[in-house]
């Protein structure tokens, strides 16, 4: 019996729900729910590589390295493991349209699904931010209604909203919350970051490491930077220039900037001590008058309204006045 590797970041609780199973109480689908960038993907990977894993071990997370399954795994050889990001369509091009990164590799998802597995164990499926069009849906309810043993599904998203809810209901829920500053400290160090640089970007990443590491791509700390200080004019009733982060390519993104300031706000006017998504502007937003409470429920309101629209074809601009309106001073 051996411990086994698992090289996760963070992720407490799923760690410990998972810890807790065994083969036997181990489900046919899982649903990895969370913000972007907080090590869904890399947990289910891991994970994946734990159930392949053919070595005893003392939990059911923990892979060896060395046995066969391991070996598969690593080279991306392994015939029972399957994953593939973003939308999922089945029944197109001749009923192989199982999206991959490579087309050549697209497979029919139901029918590889209800196959057997050919090492003779377990058969493990990533849908990384799955999207399902209504024909994949379908396709794996039928999956759900007789499920072969040993499959394991294992879905992850940051829009619970987009998994239907027939789907949803049948997959058990496993919640990842954001990464604290020193978690994303982490994860950059071990992807080479220097420990200053590390560290300046946490302070910023709203509790995501993909946004830790695209602020320390060019360019995107200017943006944050035009977006703190748009949140601060428009929330003390100054003159709010929206236009250096209200375009289309980085509306998502800059919106849960402002959903980060205005949530640690909100919590700043709970109760000190309250650990804060954007630490790096705590003085700033502790400087902050309060507002009465349905000004905050308004403010939360707006940012739901953004975030939805956000997606339609309405002009940029027109969100961030949304938000501009219901952040300034009665
Ligand atoms: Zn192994």
Redesign the pocket.
Known sequence: MIDGRFEVVGAAGPRAFFEHLTAATLSHGYLFAGPQGVGKKTFARELARSLL???PKRTLLG?????P??TQTAAGTHPDFYAAEGQLKIGERDGSGFHDADEATARDLVRQLSLHSYAGGRRVFVLGDADFTREAANALLKFFEEPPPDVVLIVTTAALGRILPTIRSRLVEVAFPPLSEDEIVEVLRRRGVAADEARRAAAVANGSATRAAAFLDEGEGATRDAVVAWFFAAAEGGEADASAWATRPTLEASLETVKTLARDWIALGVGEGVPLLAGDQRARLAALPRREPAAYVRLLGALADADRIARTNVSPPLVAELVRIALAPP
Do not use: Q, Y
């Open positions: 894993c053919v070595t892979w060896c390295g060395h046995c399954g391991c």
